[in-house]
């Protein structure tokens, strides 16, 4: 009664904020300590290099730091839009990440919908460990793997020599770079990816197929009518976020895998980076181009957030 008489006297209506943390943290610090290390990851390599971001308005030279290096506003940004590379940078990245959108995003959810019609349950087992592996793969084993697959006298060139067509170095042309790098791209996350729908799918309540049979619906159509509806809240989630990656296609397969022959159609932002930044020093002009990326990356993800809560309701945010 007397804390209670001392509160309201003093006008207060409660505990304050800094006992309210301090209570709460006695009672989970042990949940507080499990996501530490995962805070201080992303302090120092999420939020701490946003500073270096200054270094795109800037004449960056290393011995004066970025605190004495000269500044330069847009300088850097107006050069990258006037490079004749600018627009076929675009391009490529543009083309190859919608055709891994379009052919490598429905795959994992295809794979996990036919695994989950699978009763045997020693096969499909084998199912997911054989397509689970290539994950673990190495990049550079890939990339050598795929090499050697494209060569004059590969496994692809005698596959199309069996069926009448030449072999050649496939990838010495340009027109089957996108192929190559997009079936690679299904065959290497197609298994990892189906993980998080077979999960989904595993949490839908069975009474719902239950009550679909008793109405008569096939397996095809309780796919369509119930796991494909249940399906679509993670999938609109995955597809904002892939959107929100539209730019970034990723340089070490690429850097991995083209020669001057493809340039044309292998050179992306991201290898361009790594070109100018690294292997040229032009860490100011790549920092600049970085930045552009990340910007445009924003953009989609707002605008496929907005779209799709618009239309299904669905969204991040």
Not at 50 to 72: H, M
Not at 259 to 271: E, F, G, H, K, L
């Amino acid at each position: 009664m007397r804390d209670k008489s001392a509160s309201r006297l003093n006008g207060s209506k409660g505990p304050s904020l800094a006992i309210v943390l301090v209570k709460d943290f006695k009672q989970n610090k042990y949940k507080y300590l499990l996501i530490l290390p995962v805070v201080v990851y992303f302090i120092l390599f999420s939020y701490k290099p946003i500073y270096g971001l200054a270094i795109a308005f800037q004449d960056f030279r290393p011995n004066l730091g970025i605190a004495r290096s000269t500044w330069v506003g847009f300088r850097h940004f107006e050069n990258f839009f006037r490079d004749p590379f600018f627009f076929r940078l675009i391009r490529n990245t543009l083309s190859i990440s919608l055709l891994n959108i379009i052919f490598g995003f429905p795959a994992p959810i295809i794979l996990a919908i036919l695994l989950n019609e699978i009763k045997n349950i020693y096969f499909k087992r084998t199912i997911q460990t054989i397509t689970y592996m290539p994950y673990f793969i190495s990049m550079v084993v890939i990339a050598g793997l795929i090499r050697n697959y494209s060569t004059q006298s590969g496994i692809f060139a005698q596959i199309a020599v069996f069926f009448g067509g030449t072999g050649r170095n496939y990838l010495m042309s340009p027109q089957y770079f996108y192929p190559i790098h997009v079936i690679s791209e299904i065959w290497q996350n197609i298994g990892w990816n189906s993980i998080i729908y077979l999960a989904a799918i595993t949490g839908i309540d069975q009474e719902q197929y239950e009550a679909a049979i008793i109405d008569g619906a096939g397996r095809f159509r309780r796919i369509i009518s119930v796991t494909i509806p249940n399906l679509l809240p993670i999938i609109m989630v995955l597809f904002i976020l892939r959107m929100g990656g539209i730019l970034s296609v990723g340089f070490e397969k690429i850097i991995l895998l083209y020669n001057p022959n493809i340039y044309v159609v292998a050179d992306v932002i991201s290898t361009f980076v790594y070109r100018r930044g690294i292997q040229d020093g032009a860490f100011s002009y790549a920092s600049a181009v970085g930045l552009f990326n990340s910007v445009v990356n924003i953009i989609f993800l707002v605008a496929a957030n907005t779209l799709s809560r618009k239309l299904t309701q669905l969204s991040l945010y």
